[in-house]
């Protein structure tokens, strides 16, 4: 069973970092793709940035690249997103999410109906 837990939501000012990480069990790394998505208050939820294991590399959405930087430790079976330059537009729910990885390409990796298997989320809140 895909077990994934997100971790290190909080409150902080704009311009600030946070460090998100997510406890994951069930699967293997080596043929999945993993992601961190977002949903804001009334707004869809949206992809931000995942890592494929068909070429390893990282893929962000436009409006994180640049500030948020996500990596993945197989051996802690666990995901990171640092978080840097925060805007109170960051204000939003984060999801890690993981699924069989079927070979497509680079940010299509961050559409939601691809994934199966998700996290119950952490809070995150940039003040202004």
């Known amino acids: 069973e895909v077990q994934l837990v997100e971790s290190g939501g909080g409150l902080v000012p704009a311009g600030g970092s946070l460090r998100l990480s997510c406890a994951a069990s069930?699967?293997?790394?080596?043929?999945?793709?993993i992601a961190w998505f977002r949903q804001a208050p009334g707004k869809e939820r949206e992809g931000i940035a995942c890592?494929?294991?068909?070429?390893?590399?990282?893929y962000y959405a436009e409006d994180v690249k640049g500030r948020f930087t996500m990596s993945a430790d197989n051996a802690k079976n666990s995901i990171y997103l640092q978080m840097n330059s925060l805007n109170p537009e960051d204000t939003a729910v984060y999801y890690c999410a993981a699924v069989l990885d079927l070979g497509y390409v680079g940010t299509f990796n961050l559409a939601e109906e691809l994934y199966e298997d998700w996290g119950q989320g952490t809070q995150v809140t940039v003040s202004s």
């Open positions: 890592i494929t294991s068909s070429d390893g590399k990282t």
């Open positions: 069930g699967f293997n790394f080596d043929d999945h793709v």
